[in-house]
């Protein structure tokens, strides 16, 4: 081989080295940029879009948080609803636009429906306290399962809401706590500061336990309550937020549900899919 061929070898086989490295750099860029479509076309497909996108196996969102990082989920959830109904509502038989037939309020309220979501809902005013109509004393062991829907911009326009029981069922007042309006138990929901905390003027305890509520702008919470003698314990989506002595021994209880103090910007509550039960 002479000097002009050896030359041409050398120069031949450093660009096709060079094309074959840049057709492997191009080949990786086109796959990158093949697995970013594949995963907004699979974002489009789950429903994953917008500012507040949640994901749907850990209920994360792009702040970060996690609904899967909810305190005190039991492994094996103990709440069973007692066997015995004893009243039930879900609006179903009222007319949109007036206060709920079996409910009375020291302010206002309406049954409405929601877009996208099935059946009646009470809209709950703020500053506003529901009670039931009858005087319905609650048995020495029950259970309590109920619905909120939760529409907002941001959780924090929601504030704070209670609800637990009373010593007796007058709607003169409102009621923020366990400690005003002849109220016994308080279980608050404080959206804006991620807390849920239970108090009772019986027994004195106060229990805060932080809870990711900036998550649930819009959403649906189920409330589970069992009452066993002075012994309650309440659920919030299957998380258990107390478990102990809120009652002293033979109190007369009725249920009360409190509205937010106020709300920021459109925010709104809902309360629905009541269903009271005591043991047999």
């Known amino acids: 081989m002479n000097y002009k061929t050896l030359i041409y070898s050398l120069l031949i086989t450093s ?13 990786k860029i086109q796959q990158k940029i093949q697995d970013k479509v594949d995963k907004k076309v699979d974002d489009v497909i789950n429903g994953n879009t917008g ?29 069973t609803p007692a066997s015995t109904v004893f009243f039930a509502d879900n609006f179903s038989a009222d007319p949109a636009g007036r206060m709920a037939k079996h ?21 709950l005013s703020p500053r506003t306290t529901y009670r039931l109509e009858n005087l319905l004393a609650m048995p020495g062991n029950f ?22 029981f009373a010593r007796d069922n007058s709607n003169r007042e409102y009621i923020s706590d366990a400690y005003n309006s ?10 804006w500061n991620r807390e849920v905390n239970n108090s009772s003027s019986d ?5 805060p336990l932080s809870f990711p509520l900036n998550n649930y702008a819009n959403e649906l919470i189920h409330v589970a309550i069992a009452v ?31 509205a937010p103090f106020d709300y920021s910007s459109d925010a709104m509550v809902y309360f ?9």
């Open 51 to 79: 500012t507040n996108t949640k994901n749907s196996s850990t209920g994360s969102d792009q702040t970060g948080n996690s609904r899967s990082n909810l305190p005190n989920i039991e492994e094996v959830y103990s709440f």
């Open 15 to 27: 660009t096709l080295s060079t094309q074959q490295s840049h057709a492997q750099f191009f080949k």
């Open 228 to 258: 066993e003698g002075e012994n309650m314990r309440v659920y919030i989506n299957k998380s258990k937020v107390v478990d102990t002595g809120m009652f002293k021994k033979g109190t007369i209880k009725y249920f009360y549900l409190s």
């Open 203 to 207: 027994t004195k305890i106060s229990s």
């Open 182 to 191: 002849n109220a016994i138990t308080a279980s608050q929901l404080h959206f």
């Open 143 to 164: 259970t309590i399962e109920f619905d909120l829907i939760t529409r907002s911009t941001t959780a924090k326009d929601i504030g704070a809401m209670q609800f637990g």
């Open 103 to 123: 409910w009375k309020t020291s302010g206002t309220g309406s049954v409405t429906t929601i877009s996208g979501v099935p059946g009646k809902w009470l809209a």
């Open 272 to 280: 629905g899919n009541l269903v009271m039960a005591k043991a047999s």
